[in-house]
C-alpha cells in the first residue's frame, strides 16, 4: 500500500523490539540481504506462505513428538529420533521438528483425479492431502506385537497391472500382515482401499489404527465414533472410513490419555473419542483365529475430483498409444514403467511435481515433466497441461508462477513450441498473443549495458532455489535465449515475419552477451566451466548452467565449457555416486544427476550409464526418488518424497539413450549399454517407440547378438532426418536415404 510508507512504522517496529530486549529486526533484515545481489523481490511470496505452513506444523512437532515417544510414530520418527540409529538428528536448539531423514512417499489413484493418497515406506496410509492417515497393525495372543512403522526392514513394492497398488508385507514372531493400497472407482467416485490379510500363529486381533499424524508429522484428529452398525467410523462428524465387516472390538484414547497403543490391554471398549488437543486415536480390532488368515478390506471414500473429461478412464486408457520400452535391466524397465505412471497420475489438468509438499504448479517442472510427457507420446494430456499456462501470465507478459523467478518465460515459450515441433501442430490461436508478449518481457527485463559484471543479463533473482541467494543466474539467461529462440521459430512457422526477425536479433545479443560474461568468468575460475553467475566461485550451484547443455542444447556436445563443467561437478559435488547439492537441499539429487548425464550423453562419454546406473540404485523399493536424498539414511531429506521431476527425467534420459535430436539430424541408440548389445543370450528383441520426435515418430528394434542389428520404422513430419547410429561401444554409422535396419560392425 503506498500510504504505508508515509507512516513511521519502521520507527515502532525497532522501538517495539528493542525495548523487550530483542535484535532490531529491520537491521537484521537489511544485513540478510547484503549476503544477495540487490533484487526486486527478496524471496517469492509463495515460498514464504509454504515455508511458514510447513514450519508451523514443524513447530507442532516439537511439542509433542519428543515428549511422547511411548507412542506409535510414523517410520521417519522412529529412526529420526533413535540416537541408535544412522538416521537420528539430535535436535538440540532446532525450534521446530520436521522429517529430515526418510521423506518418501508414494502416491496411488486414478488418472485424472486429483486426489493423491500416499503410503509410508512401512504402509501408513494418508488418505486425503496433508490429512490424518490409517495404520495396521497385528497383535498376538502371546503379546507379542506387530508395528510396522517400528520394524527397521519389511517388504514393500509398486504393483502396476491393471492399477497403481502399493503392497507392504511385514511379520515378526509368527505374525504376518500384507497391506495393498490402491484407487478403484465405486459408485462412480474415487474410493481409496487397503485390502489387509492378517495371520497369527497362535491367534490374534487386526487392527485397524487412526493416526493424527502422517508423513510430515502432526494431523489433527479431534472427534472420532464407530457406527451403531460398527462398520464405519466418523471422524470430525463426517462418514471417514468403511471396513469390510463388523468391528469386533473399538477402543479410542485422547493426548492425556496416550496413544490408543498404550490402551490395547483394556478390557473394556470406548465407542468414540474426543480430544480438544486434536490428537484423537482409535482402534477398530478384527479377532484372527489361530492359524486362520483374516481378510479384510477398509475404504475410505475420496472427494470426487476428476480433471478429464472421461471421469471412468482406466489406467489402461490413459496409457494407450505411450511409448513403450523392452530392455534387459529388470530396473531399467520397472523405473521407466512406474516413472510414466507417476507422469499421468501427477498432470490431471496442471502438471505439479509431487502428490504432497509439491503439489502446486511451477513453470520450471511443469517444463520438463511436460517434455517427457511428449516423449512418452502422452501428448493430449501435454496439451492439456500447456492450455493452463495462458491464465497464468500476466499483462506484462511475465508467466508467473513464483515471484522474482525470471526463468519462467523462457520455460513457457520454449517448451510451447518443442509441442508444436514434436506434433506438427500450429500454435493454437489462444496461445498467439501469449507468446509474443512473453517473448517481449524477455527483452524488455534484460538489465542495461552499463559495463557492470551482470550487464545485459536478467536481473538477480530468486530462480532455482538450489542455487543460493538472489543473484544474476546464467540459468535464468539461457532459459531467457532459449524462449527467444522459440518464440522466433514459432513466428516464423505462423507467418509473423517481424516478429520472428525482431526475436531472433535478440536472442542473437543475448547470447553473446551470455559468452562475453562466460569469458570473463573463465578468466575468473581459472578453467571453461560456468559457474552458477557472474559474481560466484564454482561451487554446487553452478549445476544450473548445465541448461545450456541440456535440455536447450545451446552449445554444441564438445563445447569445453560443458564438459568442464560436468568434469568439476563430478570431481567436486558427487557423494555416493549422483549429484549432491550444498545449497538448501543438503541432498544427493537425482534429477540433477541426470542432468549432468544427459550432457555425458551428447558428448559421447560413457561415464553417462555409471550416472544411470547410480541414479537407479537411489530409487525406492516402490520406484520413486524424493527431491533430494540423505547421503547416509539413504531416504528423502528435502521437497516431496515422490519427486515427478525426478521421474519424468528417467523417462526423458531412457528415451534420449534410444533416441535424441541433435540439430537436423537423429542420433540413435547412443546411450545403450553395450552389454545388452553384445547379449549372445537374450531371449527378447530390445524395443521402443513409438517415440515422438520433431521429425515425426520412430519405432526401434534392436537385436542384440556377435552382429547385433539395428532396425527402425519412421512417420515423418515431412522428408525423413539425416539419421546416425552412435553406439557406445562400436563404430558409428550415418545412414543413407531408404535404409531402415543396420548390423553394427565390432569395434
Known sequence: ???????????????FATAHGFLDPLTLMARLQRFAEPSEVSEPIELLRAGAVFHARALINSKVIQHNLDWVWPYWIQRQFDPRDKSFIPRAFSITHCNLSHRNWTAIGIPDCDELPVIDPRGLLTPHYDGWSIDAWVIGDSGDELTPASLAYCEQHQELGNNVSVVTESALKGLKLRNRAHVEERQGKPCCVMDLTASCRDGGWLLVVLRPCNPEGVSFVHKVRLEESAKRWLIEDHPAVEFGQAVDKHLASDYRGGDIYLHLKDEHGRMSGECDVGMATAAAMFRVERHKPLKLDVSIPLGQD???????????????????????????????????????????KDVYPGPYTYKRFWFRDAAFMIQSLLFAGLTKRAERALEQFPQRQKRDGFFHSQDGEWDSNGEALWILDLYCQMTNKPLKQDWCDPVLKGARWIIGKRLPQDGSPCAGLLPAGFSAEHLGPNDCYYWDDFWGVAGLHAAATICTREGIDDNAHRFNTAAGDFQRTIDNSLSQAQQKVGRAAMPASPNRRLDAGAIGSIAAGYPLQLYPPEDPRLTDLADFLIDNCFVNGGFFQDMIHSGINAYLTLHIAQVLLRAGDRRCLDLMRNVAQLASPTGQWPEAIHPHSLGGCMGDGQHAWAAAEWVAMQRNCFVREEQDALILISGLPPEWLKDTSAKKPILFGPAPTRFGVISMEITPGTTPKVSWKGEWHGKPPAIAINPLGFPPTLVGDGVHSVELKSP
Open 1 to 15: 500500500m503506498p500510504w504505508m510508507k508515509w507512516l513511521p512504522w519502521r520507527f515502532f517496529v525497532r522501538r
Open 306 to 348: 476428476f480433471q478429464g473429461s472421461q471421469p471412468t478412464k482406466t489406467w489402461k486408457d490413459s496409457l494407450k498409444g505411450h511409448c513403450t520400452l523392452q530392455v534387459p535391466d529388470r530396473d531399467f524397465q520397472f523405473l521407466y514403467d512406474s516413472a510414466i505412471r507417476t507422469l499421468i497420475l501427477h498432470s490431471p
